[in-house]
């Protein structure tokens, strides 16, 4: 019996001990359901609620005695008192849909003192909140015990209290993400605990250290830190993580970093260094896991000792680095070095791509990257999720790999290169496929069928190729998921899709611009219901808009229907439409613009034939929006519509070539952001509106012809900002005034030409120091030419390697001006064709008397002259004072002369070139008279064709009697018609002379030299333009 107790004692014993620990953990549950907290500290919690606005009751809980049961609130077990407030949003910020809730879940208002009775609170977190600008709260230093403290995206703002240095417990402090600004208080450093510090995002001012026992430090994005520590200083402590992104490190790389062994977190982009990666990085760079040093200009070539480091997240983009990618660290999965400067061959036995099987992301954009992809490099990519090769100079086709070994492959970004070749015909293996990138090629073929298998594809870019065949809806059928769909500017490529299917998917963007989509609008369009990007210019659509394309339209922000021919009139249904951008140029729109969308910014409805703008009574016009109107090239008819003085924020105006009326309303003056005002060619008439001289903005005003009368308004002399003024061709009359040279400080482009201006011309003018083109022909100026015309010094800057004048430009719009746009007929040819760059003045048919200034021959010797005077008394013709022989010494540029009345011109021309040592020059003269008969004029072509064959033999030519029979050199048949039209140049009983020299390296520089010069020898820029008998030209601009 005694041999059989013990195992029954032992289970009782067992039991007792069981049933012990049972009593003893109900007391424990019973004790810590009843704790209730300090009263207090209750009624400090309840004070803090009380100066919070709580939108979304996430304190609805905050009532009762126990305040350890409210929500975010803990309590010590045994003590009772608060040792831990956790209040913030409850929103996940990883969740882009959350965003939107944030100020709805967020806490506002102050931070009531209250909580100072908190004595033993270790941790506080109010981050993803509101407090409306307020400042941390100076009571947070008397919470000594605090550890944790994070206020984070709470908008707090002012100065960081200097005594939070006083928290001598705290180890964690995040403040990044408000707007805190000031000097960092040094107290900061007495922060002795700290191990993470997060200040980022905020607009601080200087620097810190001193930090013994600190770990992470991150002070990202305060744009006004500077980083100003000395090389030779080792810091006492050894980061884990460092992020210093947008904030002043550089220039130099900073060298405290040299000790850094256990960074594994280092992001210093956007940091202003301007420095090369030095040697001692290698030791830091072998722990690091992240480096992100994106957005410097840090130089010299990419890392070659790479292949021991552990790195996973490389980030090198935006740099200068140099040479090329030959090996890259073995653990990597993510690497940017787009826009660098790497160069040269990816080389299949070199390159270590094709072994880096974690490799995931790789972004190689923005290069100079050339020649084939081996196809060995994507062979073991099997994990890759991104490539992009865009914006390189790669060539040859596209290897199959890329398409069957990436099976992972969600984003492929190959365009604006030089893959040509066709894509190819079956592939397999890349189901996960969502972004397709590659337009801006040189691929040929026609569209392969595969593409419609990718279910997962969302954006699609084959525009800018050579793409050609049918797309029809097989090629979409599956495409469930397309947003996005580029296919412009492959002209080949015929839309072929049937009127009664419905796409399997929203599109949000199309492009489908140079491709043959017409003759019908493409009805497939009609339930695209979610489009806000649509662009089919130039598609050969030939038919009305439909009534069901309203429903389309109203969600479509940017809409290109231009170069087509659709008719119809213009949308009457379009004032609740979303649309910014609207571009239906060159089409057959007719009728009248009534209305515009109130979100419109940019509207062209150039090139059609609208007839009506917005009469006042009937327009609905009520917009605050738009920037740009382009109207021009249509049969608009009637007065300046007034309300156009409503658009508060117009910038652009082009109403030139219409068919108003009337005179201009002086609200116009209103328009204070006003650029640009081109009314040109149309029948304004009266006064210009003083008002206009009040517009601060304006850069270019054009008038051209019209039929305003009256003076100058002296308003105009407020315009500092102006570069363009042409008022050419209106009955302008007055003085020229003298504030033109004195106000218009800004102005590079002047013509006054064909007004009734008298006097003489004022001195003030040469004041205009960035003047290029002045034109005051056919007026009624008189006196002498003023010598400080030699002072122009935009006229007598060597711009040659410039291809044209640019007055002013708009970068957001695209908008500017040329000198050459305002250079018509046959000039225009002649100018486009052969010279770099020009500058001229034009003082043609008025009154003026006198030499040319020795001042302004002077300046001839610069490129890019191009000057017009009038002569009218033969005898004095400046020829004969010098400045001939000034233009010929001006390196051998072409010269050519138009004189009239002047006998044996050649003869004078020639001995002064050859005496001047122009060796070998092909000299030609051509004489034509308004009287010759009909057979002498085909005498004058046949000298010209044989000119021509003498020129291309390569020798020279030499002109006969000036008086005999005329002859011509450099040329071709073309160029010689003008010879047909002699007819129309002069006046009856007057001889007109043009000579042309040419050096002979010239023609072989310039293949068409000989077509433009005849066609600029045959007086038709000086006479046919200006009408003028006794005038003569100067030009020396083509080399």
Sequence with gaps: MGTHSSPSVLVIILFVFVFMQTLVFVSASAASSNISCLESERKALLAFKQSLVDESNLLSSWTGEDCCAWHGVQCNRRSRYVFKIDLHNPIDFNNDDDWYSYDVFSLRGQISNSLQNLKNLTYLDLSMNNFLGAQVPEFFASLKNLRYLNLSYSKLGGLIPRDLGKLSSLQYLDLHYNDFNGSLPTEIRNLAQIRHLDLSFNKFQDHFKNLRSLKDLHLSSN???????????????????????????????????????????LVISNGSIKDNIPYWFENVYLSVKLLDLSHNQITGNWFENVLESHVVNLDLSYNQLTGNVLSVPSELQQLDLSNNLLSGLMVANDIEFGNLAQLRHLDLSFNKLEGSIPAQTFSNLTQMETLDLSVNNFSGSIPLEIFSNLTQIVKLQLSNNKFTGNLPATVKGITFLKELYIGNNQLSGILPVWLGELSELQSLDLSFNFIAGTISQDHMRNLTRLKHLQLSSNLDIVVNISFSWTPPFQLTSLSLSSCKVGPLFPQWLRNQIEIEDLLISNGSIEDTIPDWFEEVYSTVKFLDLSHNQIKGKWFEKTLESRVVNLDLSHNQLSGSVMSIPYELEQLDLSNNLLSGLMVANDSKLGNWSLISLILKNNQLIGKFPDTLCNMKTIEYIYLQNNLFSSGLPTCLGSLEYLQVLDLTNNAFSGHIPRSLGYLPHLQSLHLHNNKFRGKLPATFQHLTRLVTLDLAENEISGILP???????????????????????????????????????????????????????????????????????????????????????????????????????????????????????????????WFIVFDVSVPDANPFCKGICIKLLEARYRPITFQIGRVSHPYRFMEQQARKRGWPRLLVTADVVERRKSSKRLQNAKRGCIQGEEASQSGCSVDSPNINESPAAGPSNASSCQHLNDASVMGHANAKETSIVLIHRALVHRHANLGKAVMGLSSGDLSFSRYGATNAWIANSSLR
């Design 223 to 265: 744009a006004d830190l500077v980083v100003n520590i000395s090389f030779t200083w080792i810091p006492p402590f050894q980061l884990n993580s460092l992020k210093l992104s947008s904030c002043k490190v550089g220039p130099r790389f900073p060298q405290w970093l040299r000790n850094q062994r256990d960074l594994e977190y």
């Design 738 to 864: 003298s504030w033109i040279g004195e106000g218009l400080s800004s102005l590079k482009f002047m013509t006054l030409q064909s007004n009734n201006f008298h006097g003489e011309i004022p001195l003030e003018l040469c004041y205009l120091s960035k003047l290029q083109m002045l034109n005051l022909a056919q007026n009624n100026i008189s006196g002498s030419i003023p010598s400080c015309f030699g002072n122009l010094t935009a006229m007598t800057v060597d711009h040659s390697g410039e291809r044209f004048v640019a007055f002013y430009s708009n970068a957001s719009f695209g908008y500017g001006e040329r000198l050459l746009d305002y250079m018509k007929g046959p000039e225009l040819e002649f100018l486009t064709s052969s010279l770099t760059f020009l500058v001229s003045i034009d003082l043609s048919n008025n009154n003026i008397s006198g030499e040319i200034p020795k001042e302004v021959g002077l300046s001839l010797h610069l490129p890019g």
